[in-house]
């Protein structure tokens, strides 16, 4: 069973990090630059699990986490927030915004698979 993964970073080296990260254990990814552009990409997707960065232009982590649960058939979707940011507040800040998981950049490529094996499957 392929998962599918909604992978939301303004930088394209982590988009790729991901990507190539997750592609050889049988994830299917799809990318966004930002959280308005995650939203777009998120209309024609039914993701398993979607992964975001906290600190982006336009709409950040926050803002994106906050309109994919406004969404009533995303509101169950695991998301899990990937970030350089470690403060407790903003852990707690992105639980409240209705995030599954946190893990902190620069991230173990298995430790990520893992996580999203676990919310998803």
Not at 82 to 92: D, G, R, V, W, Y
């Amino acid at each position: 069973m392929t998962l599918e993964i909604l992978a939301v970073d303004d930088s394209r080296t982590m988009r790729d990090m991901i990507r190539l990260a997750l592609l050889p254990a049988g994830f299917n990814v799809h990318t966004a630059d930002d959280g308005v552009h995650g939203i777009e990409v998120l209309d024609g997707i039914e993701p398993d699990a979607i992964i975001t960065d906290i600190n982006m232009p336009r709409m950040d982590g926050f803002g994106f986490i906050d309109a994919v649960r406004g969404q009533d058939k995303h509101r169950a979707t695991p998301i899990l927030v990937l970030t350089t940011e470690a403060a407790p507040e903003l852990k707690a800040r992105a639980r409240n915004a209705g995030a599954t998981g946190w893990i902190v950049k620069p991230f173990d490529p298995s430790k990520l698979i893992k996580a999203l094996q676990m919310v998803a499957g």
